[in-house]
């Protein structure tokens, strides 16, 4: 009441005047009222900036100067690089072929390069909406099979390269990808299994896998593929080592995706549930045409992340000996002659996994923001 | 309208469901279906294995926990020889994942607050740094950072001959970080159960304060009787044991130092990776459950004069925690799996262990099922215990 009568009053009085409105005060706008609005709005705010810029000031010109002003950027052998301070990227020249394809042989290297497109280019072909449809598995499908065709070999000329060649980059998207690609049906039946009503045993095989699954670190899973999968098979039969793996990648994947879908589902009213069996739908109609469309929806982000999760987490088939990125790079600082440029090589792969990651985050955050309609059950 | 006829009969009931239409029945079916085909898969495998191993004449069973190791381990927390038991070693292994793990879980958690406040603050620098820092470690690989940190330590810092002096008497160096402890004392044992009965006695303090709030209205100071009873109690009695504060020192002899406590490279790798991993997943937990709490609880809060420190710690951290406590303990154990990394940089952990025992025996099931079976064992504590706690902030709904 008051505040609006002193409103009131400041309005006949100005118009009253009628003066040109005041700039406001120099030190609100402009550099100015940014710093003090933004660096030094209280004394613990301008204690934490000059803190900051302590920091940088400590750490930008050291990691400046190493990376750029200081670092040998011309090719040389790693004589020349001993007698510079900075960072030494001969290295990379020398070694990039190794680490982005391990030991898949020199002259084929264009072959896991258009592998590495193909992958690369059916990600990219589903981050559209428009294309979320049940044939985009077929895509998937289809990306997966020329992968393996072109990376194989064999015919039209291509010499046969068996997958214990293969490395690097090629297969660290091969593990993500087929991971991803097989555990996600498989992730939904454990999911619905888990969530299932009057299936009681069916329900308690699901929840005891996704929770030992869960429950031990990927290593313990990779080490049980690598030596407890040959004993599995009959006497004879021999599995490849790239195969183990991917099967421990799998069942990893699946048990993670399942916990993901379940929220989802568990996000799903229980209106929608009762509107399918009002519509006379069975069990599998409903979760197919009402259910699943709309649970999957809600867990797209998380499931992004998720991929996000397994992709990094491809790099422990290094510990059981496989030739992805990041053993590739090992490999490559093992050559005695450029062993004292790992920081160089390090920072080269985590670039690489950077992008991959940070294009996905970036990616589940967008689907975030465009999926959220504002209604709807919200966990 | 011949067979809607037949359906309900001539009397117009409804006939009695068929057997295999009844949810029921079908449900019991392909129940024993699903375990007839996993019961078979598992047979299948099983006699596999059987005939694998029985053809590579391995024992099954436990009985070579007993035998001698015949390996040296690292470090170790409780006394160990090689030629102790297999079982011991396994012992060894679960009690250095412990360690780190413990370890990892508190200096993560303080680390990741201090982070995902600082992503919130309104000071443009510190947010960035912040943001930076989350983005960076998220998006790497934990192993990539682990061989990174273990490279830098065992490749950059200076020997041990020229090791830096962080702070009087600590050197870091090659060999890892050297560090004076007390001389051991009788006095310490006694210290330790002060401040247990400190603990005790700030809990029933705490009682007795909210008891007479609730009673009187008059509020009790907190902060200094708490530092009394945590502090204090010990502190007398160092006093009354005669002050003993002798320590050992680190002493350059000749080729290395002696005394003190030193901590392993590989151990500071392991440690450093996954606090500074788990800490980048942390922060945004808090952050986003800091960004969940309305905006108007603050301005009620203050509303209704509450001071600054009180409107965090009363209406804004209980409501927050709800929504950080959840994912934060599956952080916790993520970084208690992720110790297991410490394989590939060497510090003997559980699965380290497990591993050489497993090259060593060739008892692949038995060293898998127990690391798996540990894992799982620690998985179920940690969730017990934060469930417990969950519940423990959960909201009181009428």
Known sequence: MSEEATQSVFRVKHDADRHEDMPPPRTEVGVIGWLRK????????????????????????????????????????????????????????????????????????????????????????????????????????????????????????????????????????????????????????LALGRRSQNVPLIRALCVGSIELIRGVPLITLLFMASFMLPLFMPTGVSIDEVLRAQVAIILFTAAYLAEVIRGGLQAIPKGQYEAADALGLNYWQAQRKIILPQALKISIP?????????????????????????????????????????????????????????????YSQYLERVLDTGHGARR | MAAEDAAHGQSGQPEAVKPWRNPKVRAIFFQILVLGGVGLLAYYLISNTMQNLAERQIQTGFDFLENEAGFFIGEAMVDYAASDSYGRAFLIGILNTIRVAFLGIVLS?????????????????????????????????????????????????????????????????KSGLIFPVPIEHPVHMWMGLGFLVGIVGVYFYY???????????????????????????????????????????????????????????????????????????????????????????????SALGLRRSKVLRLVLLPQALRIIVPPTTSQYLNLTKNSSLAVAIGYPDLVSVGNTTLNQTGQAIECITIMMAVYLTISLLISAFMNWYNKHIALVER
């Open chain 2, 207 to 301: 009682r007795y304060a909210k008891k007479r709030q609730d009673a009187t209205g008059q509020q009790l100071p907190l902060l200094l009787p708490t530092l009394g009873f945590l502090i204090g109690i010990p502190a007398i009695i160092w006093l009354l044991g005669g002050a003993p504060s002798a320590m050992d020192f680190p002493e350059w002899q000749k080729f290395r130092y002696d005394g003190g406590t030193s901590l392993t490279p590989e151990f500071i790798a392991l440690l450093l990776g996954l606090t500074i991993y788990t800490a980048g997943f942390i922060a945004e937990i808090v952050r986003s459950g800091i960004v969940a709490v309305p905006h108007g609880q603050t301005e009620a809060a």
């Open chain 1, 38 to 189: 933004n660096l030094f709005n209280s004394w613990f705010n301008s204690l934490m900036t000059l803190l900051a810029i302590w920091i940088l000031y400590k750490f930008i010109p050291p990691i400046v100067d190493w990376f750029i002003i200081s670092a040998q950027w011309a090719d040389a052998p790693p004589e020349v690089c001993k007698e510079v301070s900075g960072a030494c990227w001969p290295v990379i020249y020398e070694k990039y072929r190794l680490v982005i394809f391990g030991r898949y042989p020199y002259e084929e290297h264009w072959r896991p390069l258009i592998g590495v497109l193909i992958l690369i280019g059916v990600v990219g072909f589903s981050t559209n909406r428009k294309f979320w449809r049940p044939w985009l598995g077929l895509v998937w499908l289809g990306g997966l099979a020329a992968f393996f065709a072109i990376m194989w070999g064999g015919f039209l000329g291509m010499k046969l390269v068996p997958n214990n060649l293969w490395g690097g980059l090629p297969l660290t998207l091969l593990l993500g990808l087929v991971g991803v690609t097989v555990a996600f049906p498989i992730s939904i039946l």
């Open chain 2, 109 to 173: 958690t303080i680390i990741g607050t201090i982070v995902g406040v600082a992503r919130l603050s309104s000071n443009f620098l510190i947010a960035k740094l912040a943001s930076i820092y989350v983005e960076t470690v998220r998006n790497i690989p934990l192993l990539l950072q682990l061989f990174f940190w273990y490279a830098v330590i065992t490749g950059l810092l200076p020997t041990s001959k020229s090791a830096v002096e962080l702070l009087p008497s600590t050197f870091l160096s």
């Open chain 1, 302 to 362: 998380p499931i992004v992340n998720t991929f996000i999760g397994i992709f990094k987490d491809t790099s422990l088939v290094a510990i059981v000996s496989l030739t992805d990125l990041l053993f590739a790079a090992r490999s490559a600082i093992a050559d005695p002659e450029w062993r004292a440029f790992f920081v160089e090589i390090y920072i080269f792969i985590a670039v690489i996994y950077f992008c991959f990651t940070f294009f996905m985050s970036r």
